[in-house]
């Protein structure tokens, strides 16, 4: 498609043989990969465990998701790219959500917020997308609110728990969420909200049943390293490749075999003779980026203005 996945795309999509295909980003290298193949691209608020070795997502700032959501905008051609609010950035009150959704939308250029939350969030999301700013829901597993649940278990467990989580979907559907992201709830669950609400429901360990689904990319990749949950699927290991690759990086250095002559400058023909005057590549690049640093360095850069790195 040559346009960009817009929340109407995503919308159009609740139904259809073909389920979403959503990925978390939060980088601009990630993000490109993801924009590749994905319909819509998260910046998670996992970024908080993933990127920044915290012990949950609670303590990521506003600040450092609209940094991280705008490097994924940048990079973004055709997926939606919506962005996490974080914790206590919008539970307080709707026009809380409103002042942290507007910051996102206006410094990332991001499409959409998600938000955590049931039946409590319902009139903050109503009130959200009243005022223009497309919400996609998040209920089941809420990561934000592991200390109030004690853990990271998987939800709807009993018959009270499954109704209370389709109250949630209806609720934020009637509010006018685009989608639901459906985390860690059991497969019949799934269904029966995925059956109950006319907008894409988007599920993390939450079956087939789902209309689309997500994995944190980091994940599914293996770059992490250490134990996933049980929904992800390993569909790469690039932390054993990269700790391969760091290791033969660093014996190459130890046994002085990096950098071969192949990664080293060199002189074009006829400076040999000034070859011995090293400090003077230094000069040579002040003098070429345009800056006058004084003194001595620029006295060498005229000196050996003819000197040129090699070019691969
Ligand atoms: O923060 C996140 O990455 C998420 C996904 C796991 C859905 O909320």
């Known amino acids: 498609m040559d346009k960009p996945y817009s929340v109407a795309d ?13 990925l978390t980003a939060y980088d601009q290298i990630m993000a490109r990969l993801a924009d590749q193949v994905a319909d819509l691209v998260l910046v998670g608020d996992s970024l908080a465990m993933v990127a920044y070795g915290q012990a949950s997502t609670l303590p990521v700032t506003l600040d450092i998701m609209i940094a991280h959501g705008r490097s994924v905008v940048a990079a973004c051609r055709k997926a939606l790219v919506v962005v996490d609010l974080p914790f206590g950035s919008y539970q307080a009150s709707p026009a809380q959500a409103f002042d942290s959704a507007a910051r996102v939308l206006k410094e990332t250029g991001a499409a959409a917020v998600k938000l955590e939350g049931g039946q409590v969030m319902a009139e903050t999301v109503e009130f959200l997308t009243a005022r223009g700013i497309p919400v996609l829901g998040h209920i089941g597993l809420q990561p934000q609110s592991v200390n109030s649940i004690g853990g990271y278990r998987y939800q709807g467990r009993d018959a009270a728990a ?9 609720a934020l559907a009637a509010a ?12 019949g669950v799934a269904r029966a909200i995925t059956q109950a609400v006319a907008i894409p429901t988007i599920g993390i360990g939450a079956s087939v049943a789902c209309d689309g689904q997500i994995l944190v990319s980091e994940d599914l990749l293996g770059w992490q390293g250490g134990r996933a949950p049980r929904f992800v699927k390993r569909y790469a290991d690039l932390n054993s490749l990269a700790a391969t690759a760091l290791q033969a990086f660093a014996a190459d250095v130890r ?8 990664q080293v400058y060199g002189l074009e023909d006829g400076a040999e003779s000034k070859s011995s005057d090293s400090p ?6 002040t003098q070429d980026d345009g800056q006058d640093n004084g003194g001595s360095g620029a006295k060498i850069g005229s000196k050996v203005s003819q000197l040129r790195p090699k070019r691969g």
């Not at 499954?162 to 209806?170: F, I, P, R």
């Not at 685009?178 to 497969?187: H, I, N, T, Y």
């Open 162 to 170: 499954a109704a209370q989580l389709l109250a949630d979907a209806k």
């Open 280 to 285: 003077a590549i230094y000069g040579q690049i």
């Open 176 to 187: 006018g969420a685009f989608g639901l992201v459906v985390e860690a709830v059991a497969e």
């Open 10 to 22: 995503i919308l159009a999509a609740k139904g259809r043989a073909q389920p979403l295909v959503c």
């Open 255 to 262: 046994a002085r075999t990096f950098p071969s002559a192949e």
